[in-house]
Structure formats: C-alpha cells, structure tokens
T-cell receptor, first 108, second 113 residues
Framework: EDQVTQSPEALRLQEGESSSLNCSYT??????LFWYRQDPGKGPEFLFT?????EEKEKERLKATLTKKESFLHITAPKPEDSATYLC?????????WGAGTKLIIKP | DGGITQSPKYLFRKEGQNVTLSCEQN?????MYWYRQDPGQGLRLIYY???????QKGDIAEGYSVSREKKESFPLTVTSAQKNPTAFYLC????????????FGPGTRLTVT
C-alpha cells in the first residue's frame, strides 16, 4: 500500500536553530514529491517539487532534498515567521498521497 | 491576480441538510480537486475532475457529490448521507497530466450540529 509518513509530528526550535523535517514514502511508482507550507486556517502553499533521487531545491532558508526512500526539508537559521505546518505529498500513478504534516514552531 | 477562491470561509448547518461549497479558479487549469482535512491526518481526496463534464471519485466520495459544468468552477455538495461532515474542505487545481503541483484555495470550514 502506498504510504507517506512525516516525522516528527511537531518540532520546537529556537530562532536561528537549524534542523530538518523528514518525509519517508513507500509508493509503487514515484512521479514527483511535493512540499507545502500551511498556516493555521489557510490552504497549503506550494514550496517545491522534486522528481528524482539526488535532486535538491532551495528557497530562502529552506532546502529540500530527495533520496529513493525519503525527502528532507532542511531549515537553516529559522525565524518565527517560518512557524507553520509543513506537508509532504507524493505523486504516485497521477494521484497525490499526503503525509500528516510536521508542525514547526520557532520561538524568538 | 490568478488564483482559487472558495466560499464561504465558515459554514454552519444542521444535521440532515445538504450544503454546497463553492470553488472557482482563474488559472486556466484543466484539473480540479476536492480534499477534506481533519486534525492529525493527511489530506484525503474526495473527488477530482480532469476535464469539463467529467469527474472521478477519490478515496472518500461517499456522502459527497460534485459537478463540473464550467472549466472555472467545481462545486462540492455535502449531502445528509455524509456521516461525519464537520471538517476543513480544500479545493485545488493543477495543469493536467503532470506530475504538476496543485494550487489550493483558502478553504471552507464546515460545522454540522
């Protein structure tokens, strides 16, 4: 069964403390992996698409990487405004399978 | 500005009533989707449509219905047959084919009492 698991469920960091969020997946045919950011009570906002192992994408303090079994979202020197839930989704056979998300809290 | 709009933002209904959630996009996307989001769970697909006048059931279609009469619009009706309708509903759209990223609306929070 296709499955996407995100860890940890929640992560509290001090401002400036770098860390990584994990998205592990088991799918029959990976066509792409997507990262989104979601603020409370709002729709998810698209961040990155990764298509193949070894690929990396960067945007400001965020960097996404992909291997054959998992993806990491690295956050460098985070600020309080980076606090949000980060969602991972995998395109398998033309449908997205979603993880439950990691809630990231950055304390000033 | 291109984007997806959903209305209303909050919706309250009594049990036994059908309710329709609106979704409109001006991104010229062929594909549109409806998801349900519950606390602690990933997004679950209710229905999707890849072209006008055609739509497919997702993983949790029971108790829901949709129509796709125009490219820009994909309304979702939550019927009285849906056993647990209180949730946050998200509409999304994307270019057909893919894999392409989906773009989301702001969501509608439905509360049924």
């Amino acid at each position: 069964e296709d499955q996407v698991t995100q860890s940890p469920e929640a992560l509290r960091l001090q401002e400036g403390e770098s860390s990584s969020l994990n998205c592990s997946y088991t799918v029959s045919g990976l066509r792409g992996l997507f990262w989104y950011r979601q603020d409370p009570g709002k729709g998810p906002e698209f961040l990155f698409t990764l298509y193949s192992a070894g690929e990396e994408k960067e945007k400001e303090r965020l960097k996404a990487t992909l291997t054959k079994k998992e993806s990491f979202l690295h956050i460098t020197a985070p600020k309080p405004e980076d606090s949000a839930t980060y969602l991972c989704a995998v395109d398998s056979n033309y449908q997205l399978i979603w993880g439950a998300g990691t809630k990231l809290i950055i304390k000033p | 500005d291109g984007g997806i709009t959903q209305s209303p933002k909050y919706l309250f209904r009594k049990e036994g009533q059908n309710v329709t959630l609106s979704c409109e996009q001006n991104l010229n996307h062929d594909a549109m989707y409806w998801y349900r989001q519950d606390p602690g769970q990933g997004l679950r697909l209710i229905y999707y449509s890849q072209i006008v006048n055609d739509f497919q059931k997702g993983d949790i279609a029971e108790g829901y219905s949709v129509s796709r009469e125009k490219k820009e619009s994909f309304p979702l009706t939550v019927t009285s047959a849906q056993k647990n309708p209180t949730a946050f509903y998200l509409c999304a759209s994307s270019t057909q084919g893919g894999p392409y990223e989906q773009y989301f609306g702001p969501g509608t929070r439905l509360t049924v009492t």
